[in-house]
Every structure is written in structure tokens, then in C-alpha cells.
């Protein structure tokens, strides 16, 4: 099964911040050119007020933890599950399954960084994470080819038991599955989408990593 974290708040920090008096700082103290720092609200809100969409922007812990769920799982281990990050830019980041993701946050900060700068992770050898060409979503989910794809969203229908999203999943591995990498909001790519279903786990939203470990549930682990 396909995994796509789809539209998340994963980039570089934007050109229009980096004159920004607390981006200057922080480049200060860190000793980090901008240009090659990871975008993260906890440490630049007060830049990210001025630019567009803001309050969405700069959540790569939204990943990290979503991440570390996914990877650790035994579905992972048994290769029935195959992780894409699809960030806000259409940048597309294959995870290798046997990748360890840091537990340490900021150090999962400096891996993301490595990778924006060299395209994958480690320089040389097999990549663990390995940025792609960019795609928008739907060129994305087109280029895997699955029998069946679902989106889950707060507004799908209602499943409440692993064991009866098992049944919406297969089959597994032909099916993709998409979970939103934002922290609230809509997606605004999956209209152009072919859905099969789109599916909700609560009635109320939910953070990515959540609904990645119902999912690693009904995949049994």
C-alpha cells in the first residue's frame, strides 16, 4: 500500500521571510544560511505572520511524528507499506522503508535540511530518502498506477474499527492511500482527483499521525 502524505507543510524558508529580523537571528545563532534552513512556525511565527496562508506553513513536526508511527510499524517491516511526502511545493520525497527516522526532533530538522540541499539522504550509497521529480498530486497518484485510491478526510464516510477499514483498504497492495500533511484546513488538490472513496475515522479532524496509526492498525500492526 501506498502512503501519501499529501500537501505537507515541509519547505525551506521562503524567500520573502528570510530578511526577517527573527530569521536573522536565528541565522545568527545557528550559523545557518536561510536559504537552506527548514521552514518551522514554533521557531519563526512571528515572520510567518506576513505571508500568505501563515498559520498553515512550517510543520514538519506534523511529519516527523507521522513519520516515526509509519516507518516503526510492523506493516512497514513486512513491506506492506510504502511512505511519499508530497509537500505544499509539489515536491515529492520517497521514503525507503528501511529508513530510521531520528526520534530527536531537531536532528530529523537537520536530515530534512540535508535533503532539500543534496536531493537525498545519505549523499552516496542507497538513498534512505530520495527527493524525486517535482508532481502535483494527481500526477503523483497517476504515476502509481493504483487499482484503488482513498482520501481521508473529516468530511468521508464515517469508519470506526480497524477491522472494518481493513475491508475499504484492499486490496492492499494496489490501493493508495492519502492523509492530509497540514495541520487544519482542506486539501486543494484532491478535487482534480479520481477518488474511490474518501473516508473519515472521527467527526472531528484529525492530525496526520493519527490517522496513520489507525491505518497501520487495520493493516494489522
Do not use: W
Request: charged fraction near 30%; glycine fraction near 6%.
Amino acid at each position: 500500500m501506498y502512503l501519501i502524505l499529501a500537501e505537507s507543510e515541509l519547505e525551506l524558508i521562503p524567500e520573502e521571510l528570510r530578511r526577517h529580523p527573527q530569521v536573522r537571528g536565528y541565522a545568527r545563532y545557528t550559523h545557518k544560511d536561510p536559504s537552506r534552513t527548514l521552514l518551522d512556525s514554533a521557531e519563526f511565527f512571528k515572520a510567518q505572520n506576513g505571508i500568505k496562508e501563515g498559520d498553515r506553513r512550517g510543520r514538519p513536526d506534523l511529519i516527523h511524528t507521522a513519520l516515526i508511527i509509519a516507518l516503526d510499524s510492523p506493516a512497514c517491516k513486512r513491506r506492506e507499506l510504502q511512505v511519499i511526502i508530497h509537500t505544499r511545493d509539489n515536491r515529492v520525497i520517497v521514503v525507503n522503508p528501511e529508513t530510521r527516522i531520528p526520534k530527536n526532533y531537531k536532528r530529523f530538522v537537520g536530515l530534512m535540511e540535508q535533503l532539500f540541499e543534496n536531493g537525498r539522504v545519505p549523499p552516496t550509497g542507497e538513498a534512505l530518502l530520495s527527493m524525486e521529480r517535482e508532481m502535483t498530486l494527481k500526477e503523483l497518484v497517476e504515476s502509481l498506477s493504483p487499482k484503488k485510491t482513498i482520501v481521508f478526510d473529516a468530511g468521508g464516510t464515517l469508519v470506526k474499527l480497524p477491522e472494518e477499514l481493513r475491508k475499504h483498504l484492499e486490496p492492499v497492495d494496489d490501493t493508495v492511500v492519502i492523509v492530509g500533511g497540514f495541520p487544519h484546513g482542506t486539501f486543494r488538490q484532491v478535487e482534480n482527483l479520481k477518488v474511490d472513496e474518501t473516508i473519515s475515522v472521527s467527526e472531528k479532524e484529525l492530525l496526520a499521525a493519527t490517522a496513520v496509526a489507525f491505518i497501520i492498525a487495520a493493516l494489522g500492526g
